[in-house]
DNA sequence: CATCCACGGGAATCAGCGGTAG
DNA sequence: CTACCGCTGATTCCCGTGGATG
């Protein structure tokens, strides 16, 4: 049934991309300055999740490095290194310049001071999900790298603009924007399609059910893949050689759960304690959350650490902190 | 206005790990 | 082999800040 993997796995990038012709040379215009040593313009990557951005990005720049020869870059996911230091710590690492940097010891700018001495080629940089980036400084610190070029992808533009200040508005505001819209369905289809062709065996899903699953991710084609995927699993493993209109049916809800699953098993046994304290009992207070907690496990942690753990779990979307101060309440997502 | 409660930054402390000198 | 050292990540302690609350 399945017979190459890699092609259902989320951070597989295809030869060539579909649907996204008009972005790709959009992308590829402002980062051309590359081809002759220069910096390009700092470009914007906007639209909702699954709508190809990330795809899109990292393809470009693949693109791009099969016609420069002389060329550094490197993908960071802000969602995972969100910190001013992980993003910078990634930065170098990408560079070879991360020997002898200790997390303790090294003095507040030292890794900025590092990367400004950076001299090679051009440096072309995604940061994904900048909204998750708690430290926005970082951005205009890239902005006046002369050898950096950034790509940036957020959701919502609103939403990024107003954690920026002045300074880094107003830079930002004339950078090159591109958006991306979600896929309508016949598109997903067809990326669907060319999916099942190279990692699936001979018709092993129809028309029909594929329409089912993009139907299901509602435009979104990152939970189209990973609906196909969990579908080609559970055909496997019950031993059939095609995916069925039930199976599809089966496969939804954990296509759609996949991610978060793995994030809760992430979670220690303290953490954990917590999001199913959440998930039992809807909305808490600070104050209510940490007794139930306190009574659930053995040896429970003290507050400060609960708070780090909440907004860890936060960053990772699973739990929503609303209202501040006394106001403050937590949930699951 | 005093008090309460929660947030989150920063320093101090702890525990585990790998390397190494004796 | 063992004691010790240096490093790191996790946790705790301490505390300033700030919006309710009475």
Redesign the pocket.
């Known amino acids: 049934m399945i017979r190459d993997a890699r092609v259902l796995q989320p951070q597989f990038i295809p030869d060539e991309v579909e649907h996204r012709n008009p972005e790709v040379n959009r992308l590829s215009d402002t980062l051309q300055p590359i081809m002759d040593g220069r910096p390009g313009e700092t470009s914007l990557l906007l639209g909702p999740s699954g709508a190809g951005k990330t795809c899109i990005a990292k393809y470009t720049l693949e693109r791009l490095r099969e016609n420069v020869l002389d060329i550094n870059t490197q993908y960071v996911n802000c969602w995972q290194d969100y910190t001013r230091f992980q993003v910078l710590y990634r930065l170098l690492d990408a560079v070879d310049r991360t020997v002898d940097?200790?997390?303790?010891?090294t003095p507040k700018d030292e890794l900025l001071d590092r990367l400004r001495e950076y001299d090679g080629p051009q440096f072309v940089v995604i940061l994904d999900e900048v909204d998750q980036l708690?430290d926005k400084s970082v951005l205009y610190d890239l902005y006046r790298m002369p050898s950096i070029t950034t790509v940036l992808i957020a959701n919502r533009e609103q939403e990024l603009f107003s954690q920026l200040d002045d300074r880094l508005t107003s830079r930002l505001q004339t950078c090159v924007r591109i958006s991306f819209d979600k896929y309508p369905l016949d598109e997903l289809v067809s990326i669907l399609g060319a999916r099942a062709r190279w990692g699936l065996a001979e018709d092993a899903i129809d028309e029909q059910e594929l329409a089912l699953v993009a139907d299901a991710a509602a435009g979104d084609a990152r939970v189209a893949i990973s609906i196909l995927r969990n579908a080609a699993r559970r055909a496997d493993q019950d031993g059939r050689d095609r995916i069925t209109t039930d199976v599809v049916r089966a496969a939804v809800p954990e296509g759609r759960d996949e991610v978060r699953q793995k994030t809760v098993e992430q979670l220690?046994p303290?953490q954990r304690a917590l999001y199913d304290i959440l998930q039992e009992a809807g909305e808490l207070?600070?104050?209510?959350l940490?007794d139930r907690y306190a009574e659930r496990v053995d040896d429970?942690?003290?507050?400060?650490?609960?708070?780090?753990?909440?907004?860890k779990m936060d960053h990772y979307r699973l739990v929503v902190?609303e209202?501040?101060?006394?106001?403050?309440t937590?949930r699951p997502r």
Not at 285 to 288: E, K, M, Q
Not at 300 to 311: D, E, G, Q, W
Not at 323 to 328: E, L, P, Q, S
């Open positions: 940097v200790h997390r303790r010891s708690e220690t303290h207070s600070p104050g209510d940490y429970p942690k003290t507050r400060r650490t609960v708070r780090n753990y909440l907004s902190a209202g501040k101060n006394r106001a403050r937590y």
